[in-house]
């Protein structure tokens, strides 16, 4: 079965450029160092879903003819990975049903507080929800959704319970920074690793590009793409200094994967 991801946004949660900065980057002419916020969009089969709606949510499905989605998959509820979800309205007013949403039992929570209104009828309008929530049972496990079969598993950043997926034989890890060492086994056999990395300096909320390259090669995927990137980073400066097989994303690319 053909899949493949797209890289709707590789950028960390403030965006490159970033607001007031006149750094070397944020004024670069390259798009490669223009990053909206981190999502996927993932092609499996005739099947299409999005991994985490951030707030440019609109504008990368504008620029990348994004007409249907067969449901969304949420990672944590970080603002920058969640601040999309109202322009989910569009794509049910198209579908004329909600759109099915996943996620673990802390991202629902707070995500239902936030966007209280997609999840409930309008008794206005007499419109129903926007969205169908779909809550992953356990902290690890596999899952069929909008029939497409999956992987999951949880790691943590500051106290924040974060889902890991693994889908065939790519997985996506985002905004990692503490997890166990059963992580690996969930991550056996993977050959394209998407895989968080803020900075090169010290983050406590995130891997460092030399963090992620040392979870890379312990994963042993014959590929890995480092994602949610900072403006304290050049595209083209930091790609020629990355080990073999580990590549820089940015907006717009699109990688295959097997094992479906």
Known sequence: MKSSLLFLGSGASLGVPMIGCDCAVCKSNTPFNRRTRSSAYLKIGDRRLVIDVGPEFREQALTHHIKCVDGIILTHAHQDHVAGLDDLRALFFKKKAPIPLIMSKETRKDVEERFYYLFKR???????????AVELPCEAGGEKFSDVCFRYFTYE???????GLRFGDLA???????????????????KTLVLSALRHSKSEMHFTVDEACQFAEKVGAKSTYLTHISHDMDHFETATKLPPGVHMSYDGLEIPFTGY
Do not use: A, C, H, N
């Open 122 to 132: 309008d008794s206005k309008s007499e419109i129903g929800p926007r969205v169908e």
């Open 157 to 163: 950043q500051q106290g924040m319970k974060v889902t």
């Open 172 to 190: 996506y890890v985002t905004d990692i920074r503490d997890y166990d060492e059963s992580v690996f086994e969930e991550l056996e056999g993977v």
